[in-house]
């Protein structure tokens, strides 16, 4: 916690040039029930910053309840008489502030919190909840399950963007991101797969508990805790990455190709981007085939299926690329998806597979009429959109075009800029082009405002 800093002020005695001079202490109010996010309005919390979590978790895979403790040690940033935490389905047994009780109610998917001491400006706090239930996901935009997804021998555990709050209490927005430990207690002979470095297990009275310390900062999304029969794999890089792989023995074949993979491609990824910015590494490959897509819940993404190896390089790409450098907007989620998509195209193309031209002209190549022009990858327009093909696919077109107009040097070292000075933080679009166009001292305003943000296909390529 950071130290107070005392300064000496010379006053008169006079208490009317004292107020004058120090101003009156802005009166305690609520922090805002959402972080501000155009597409999700309810998502993250006002008047506070998380700064680390403390998961204490029990969950029974054949009654699906799962109870928790949840301590969050936060900061007011403003003069705080209360504030809401993102909490989804999950009944609330207890809520402390500090070591007083404070009074809670539930409003949709927000716990909100009066603490019994208004809190001030700068002041660290501690939250305490205990909670259970049956966490179920949530259904995005899309359509999409996103949250604690139940599967035949555990749960699968994916929270982009939404599904954080269906098992935890969260400041669930990618603006405020914090370190985390876990503690997950499951039945003996299943296995609870955390993010961060893993920490030991023990088993009693016919349970296992797993432990998990994640250091570097995570957005609530990237947070998995998922369970289910595995294999597990342990070993260290000669970098010095702590690798932990779980993997449903029902996927264990096909997977085992790929992710035999896993340290070449991130010592390639190292070389492009920067050193890798987590102590572990990892993999959970389960079987959920009602979820559809993988995540790059960070340092151990989390596949539905067994992945092959342009989805293994897309989502370990994302640890640079998203999970390290975060977003400050959803709208701004070409960043991730147009980053992962274009190592990719790298991968294959410094792999013996096609050049990124020959995919960037395939792609070029579709009608107007197609749903790849359907809308800009900066501006999706909605929620439902920020999975579309436009943020994926037009967004790694964005990124070749700035390689062509800035030459493969310039290009690697914009991507290696990007990834070093925003490590552990966050970034936007306005900032890439300030980066692009500081390093490559060229106008590139043309390019971005064409590639990522006009409405259908580009006349030219």
Do not use: C
Not at 205 to 213: S, V
Not at 256 to 277: I, Q
Not at 376 to 404: C, E, W
Not at 416 to 438: I, S
């Amino acid at each position: 916690m950071p130290q107070a800093v005392r300064r000496t002020f010379v006053l008169g005695t006079s208490p009317v040039a004292l107020v004058a001079l120090l101003g009156a202490a802005a009166p305690p109010s609520a922090g805002s029930s959402g972080a501000g996010d155009p597409y999700f309005p309810l998502a993250g919390n006002g008047g506070y910053h998380v700064g680390h979590y403390d998961l204490t978790l029990r969950y029974d895979t054949d009654s699906r309840r799962l109870d928790g403790k949840a301590v969050l040690h936060a900061r007011a940033t403003q003069n705080l008489s209360r504030f809401d935490l993102d909490l989804n389905g999950l009944k609330v047994t207890g809520l402390t502030v500090g070591r007083d009780k404070a009074d809670f109610r539930r409003d949709g998917q927000e716990l909100v919190v009066t603490p019994r001491k208004a809190l001030k400006k700068g002041q660290w706090f501690r939250v305490t909840v205990t909670y259970h239930g049956k966490p179920a996901p949530v259904t995005d935009p899309d359509g999409s399950l996103d949250g604690w997804i139940p599967t035949d021998d555990g749960a699968f555990v994916a929270g982009e963007p939404q599904g954080a709050m269906t098992w935890f209490p969260a400041n669930n927005h990618p603006k405020d991101k914090a370190s985390y430990d876990f503690e997950i207690t499951v039945p003996k002979g299943r296995t609870a797969v955390a993010n961060g470095v893993f920490r030991g297990q023990t088993t009693s009275h016919g349970r296992t508990t797993y432990r998990w310390r994640q250091s570097e900062p995570m957005a609530a999304y990237l947070a998995t805790a998922t369970v289910g029969k595995f294999k597990v794999e342990r070993y260290t890089t000669r970098d010095g990455i702590q690798v932990y792989n779980a993997v449903d023995p029902r996927e264990a074949d096909a997977a085992a190709p790929v992710l035999k993979k896993l340290p070449s491609v991130l010592a390639w990824e190292s070389k492009l981007f920067g050193p890798y910015p987590f102590k572990a590494a990892g993999a959970i490959v389960d079987r959920a085939p009602n979820v559809g897509y993988a995540l790059e819940t960070q340092t151990r993404p989390v596949y539905d299926q067994a992945p092959d190896l342009s989805t293994l390089v897309h989502e370990s790409a994302h640890q640079w690329f998203g999970d390290s450098v975060s977003l400050t907007s959803w709208k701004d989620i070409w960043l991730n998806e147009g980053f992962a998509t274009y190592a990719e195209w790298l991968y294959a193309e410094q792999h013996g597979g096609d050049s990124a031209q020959t995919t960037f002209d395939e792609l070029y190549a579709e009608p107007a009429s197609d749903g790849l022009w359907e809308f800009p990858p900066g501006d999706p327009g909605s929620g439902a959109n920020i999975f579309g093909t436009p943020v994926y696919a037009r967004g790694a077109m964005a990124l070749h075009q700035l390689r062509k107009a800035v030459g493969d040097r310039v290009f690697f070292r914009i991507l290696r800029a990007w990834a070093g000075e925003h490590r552990d933080g966050h970034g936007t679009t306005a900032q890439l082009v300030r980066l692009a166009e500081r390093e490559s001292g060229k106008d590139l305003d043309a390019l971005f405002r064409t590639w990522v943000y006009q409405q259908g296909k580009p006349t030219a390529p």
